[in-house]
């Protein structure tokens, strides 16, 4: 039995100072994305000038998985030995793989779940990192853990899985450190109470992304992470033409952002609004358009209540070890300045809504609330905008369409200008 623990409080650093240095950087970060690309299609060739904490990824080539209810065995082939350390959540219960930087260049079929794991994840946390999160019907362990050397060349990383007793698991979970790496969301938040600059900042935020890849289209197959991201490029640069307006991105690549890391990079650059984009399914596939969301804990309608439980899901898929939660501060001006938000929030919902009608298909009652965690920033307006619904075919099509894509961003960027507007007549 070889199994190695303990890299992950460097690497979630590295990560965390990654996400904030990619936020800065621009040609370099793609050309990064580019190589990654480029590597995942096996051309791994690719010259790149990033540091050292951003160099080629690995490159996993192949996957199989087999085995029963007992013991799985997955193995993936890469081309050099990948470094690798393995953690343990509960509730459900899941093994961790952390990677460095690895384009997963494998087919998903490859890796579908089976035996002890009903659900798994793969993909990019961070600059510089990866994961595999392993859901299991039921407490297991790895009985073994370690890369092999190949015969024609490369490595390959062996787990192999068994049932283990609950007892045993919750033992593997508490002896690992970790926790105190994690971001912790409930830690009280200061309000700014300097006066901001004239500049009005939009966070842009393309939901999903990494590991998370959201919904899938039912006809093209492309994955919600693909079509928010693309959507929230072109949003930021429509807003940014506006002067005095300022948009930034949560992330600029396909990169995993907890659903608190979103909100902390909206707060720290002074975030005058936050938009949240999404497209995704629904069981009811007849149901299509454009929906709303505001915050409440009480929500709207049972659809709205799937919708955001379905989306709060985000972390935990990663692998996050902390269940995202509001911020437990007994401040009556922190109460207070959630209530101005909340106005704000729901202002800007309508103020979207109204710009949409009769040009953009919108869904029945389309400003609905429910508890997103996405949503929670107390001092910075947020909705959370379900552009279409990729259960529906006539929405995949016109979320896929260039033209149609520009129109609706048309209208948000309108939207945000006149809210702006209204917002400065009104003492900023
Ligand atoms: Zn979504």
């Avoid at 103020?351 to 919108?362: A, I, N, P, Y």
């Amino acid at each position: 039995m070889q199994i190695k623990s303990g890299a992950y409080g460097t690497m979630e650093i590295a990560r965390l100072t990654g996400m904030m240095t990619r936020i800065a950087c621009g040609a370099l970060c793609l050309a990064g994305v580019l190589a990654g690309e480029l590597a995942g299609l096996g051309m791994s060739g690719f010259p790149t000038a990033m540091a050292a904490s951003a160099t080629k990824p690995l490159l996993a080539f192949s996957a199989r998985i087999a085995g029963d209810r007992d013991r799985t065995r997955i193995v993936l082939d890469f081309e050099e030995k990948p470094e690798f350390s393995i953690h343990y959540i509960a509730a459900p219960d899941r093994v961790v793989i952390d990677l460095p930087a690895t384009a997963f260049g494998f087919p998903p079929e490859q890796l579908a779940p089976r035996g002890l794991f009903r659900d798994i994840r793969y993909g990019t946390m961070g600059e510089g990192s990866a994961r595999i999160v392993l859901t299991a019907i039921k407490p297991v362990k790895l009985a073994l853990a370690e890369t092999q050397p190949n015969e024609n060349g490369g490595f390959r990383l062996v787990l192999d899985a068994e049932t283990t007793t609950s007892s045993d698991f919750a033992n593997l979970v508490r002896s690992q450190s970790w926790a105190a790496d994690t971001v912790d969301p409930s830690a009280p938040v200061a309000l700014e109470d300097g006066a901001r600059d004239s500049v009005f900042t939009v966070a842009v935020d393309a939901g999903h992304g990494g590991i998370d890849a959201g919904a899938t289209a039912t006809v093209s197959k492309t994955p919600e992470k693909v079509i928010t991201l693309g959507f929230a490029h072109l949003l930021a640069d429509k807003l940014n033409k506006l002067p005095g307006v300022k948009a930034f991105l949560t992330r600029e690549d396909d990169t995993f952002l907890s659903l608190s890391e979103r909100v902390s990079v909206a707060r720290q650059h002074h975030a005058d609004l936050f938009i949240s984009l999404h497209a995704d399914t629904l069981s009811q596939k007849d149901i299509r358009g454009a929906t709303v969301y505001t915050l409440s804990d009480k929500a709207s309608d049972r659809m709205a209540e799937n919708l955001a439980a379905r989306e709060n899901l985000s972390d935990e898929l990663a692998g996050f070890t902390i269940q995202s939660g509001p911020p437990e501060v007994a401040d009556i001006l922190l109460d207070l300045a959630r209530r101005e938000t909340q106005a704000f929030s729901i202002a800007l919902a309508d103020t979207v809504v109204k710009s949409f009608d009769g040009q953009v298909g919108l869904i029945n009652n389309p400003h609905r609330q429910a508890g997103f965690q996405v949503l929670r920033a107390p001092d910075i307006p947020s909705v959370l905008l379900e552009l279409g619904f990729l259960s529906n075919p006539e929405d995949e099509k016109l979320l896929l369409d260039e033209t149609w894509r520009n129109r609706i961003a048309d209208l948000l960027t309108s939207a945000v200008d006149r809210y702006r507007a209204r917002s400065l007549a009104n003492g900023g």
